[in-house]
C-alpha cells in the first residue's frame, strides 16, 4: 500500500478513530456526555482521547522519519518509532491522567475535588506542578514495554496467519489488537501498579489516597509492594485490566486499519475500502497531491479530444 494514502489524510482517520473511542465509552460507562462531564468518566474519556490521538500523531511522523527512500519501515524501526511515541503521548498528557485517578480514589460523600479544573488548579497550588507528574517515571518505563510489545506482537501476526498484514479481514485485525494488547499489558502492568499508587498517594488526601503502602519514591514503591504483598502484587487487578483494555484495543486497530484503507481508497491507491487490491495504473509513490494533478491533467487532455471528436 501507499505511504502516503494514509499520511496525507490522517485527521480525518483520528477523527473517526476518537469518535469510536467516545462512543466505546460513553457506552461501556453507561452515563450520557452532560452527566459524565462533572464525574471522572469524563475525565478519563478526555484522557483516552487525548492520548490516543497524540500517540498515533507522534507515531505516523516518527515513521515517516524512519523510513527508506521507498517509503518501507522494518520491524525494528517500528517498534522504535511505537515506543517513542508512547513515551512522548504519555509525558505530553500525564497531568491528565493523574487528575483522573485522584478523581476516582477520592470520598465520593466527601470530595476533595469537585472536577477537572477544580482538581488541576487545587493539586497545582497545594502540592505544586512536580505533583501533577508524580509517578511519571514509572509510566515513561512501562510505556516502553507496552507501546514496543503492542506494536511488535502486531505487526508480527502475519506469520501465525500466514499471509500478508494487507489481506487481513476486520475480525482478523480484531483479533491482532486484542492479542498485542494482552501481551504489551501484561508486561508492563507492574509499571502501571506502582504509577498508580504513587498518583493516589498525597498527604492532602484522607488515608493518603487509601494507597495500601506508604513509600518515597519509585523504588522504593516496588519495594514495599513486593514486601508486603510479594512479587505477584505487582499484577493485582490485571485480569479486569485485561477485560478492559483487551477489547477495547482490538477496536481500535480494527478501526485505524478500516480508516486506513478508507483514505487510501479516496485518494486512489486501492480500488475499494473493503481491500487492498491496488488501482491498476496507478503510480503508488505519488504523493496524494501530485496523484490529483496528474487525474486532472488527464481529464483536461481527454476532454479536448472528445470535443473534436464530437466537432
Sequence with gaps: SAPWGCDSTLPQQLLCLSMVILNLKWLVDGRTF???????????????????????????????????????????????????????????????????????????????????????????????LRALYRGVSPAILGAIPFSAGSFFVYISLDKIWQEPIVRFTPLQNFINGCVAAGVAQTLSFPFETVKRKMQAQSPWLPHYGGVDVHFTGMADCFRQTVKNKGVLGLWNGLTPSLLKIVPYFGVMFSTFEFCKRVCLYRNGYIESPLNYKLTPGVDQSLHPQELRELKLLRRENFEPRKSALEN
Excluded at 464525574?39 to 478519563?44: I, L
Excluded at 516518527?62 to 522504535?80: C, K, Q
Design 34 to 128: 452532560a452527566s459524565s462531564i462533572v464525574c471522572p468518566n469524563f475525565s478519563c474519556v478526555f484522557f483516552t482521547v487525548l492520548l490516543i490521538i497524540l500517540l498515533f500523531c507522534v507515531f505516523f511522523r516518527l515513521v515517516t522519519l524512519f523510513m527508506d527512500e521507498l517509503g518501507h519501515i522494518s520491524h525494528w524501526r517500528a517498534i522504535m518509532a511505537g515506543s517513542l511515541a508512547g513515551m512522548v503521548a504519555t509525558v505530553v498528557t500525564y497531568p491528565t491522567d493523574v487528575i483522573k485517578t485522584r478523581l476516582i480514589v477520592q470520598n465520593r460523600l466527601e470530595p476533595s475535588y469537585e472536577g477537572i479544573v477544580h482538581a488541576f488548579y487545587k493539586i497545582y497550588h497545594q502540592e505544586g
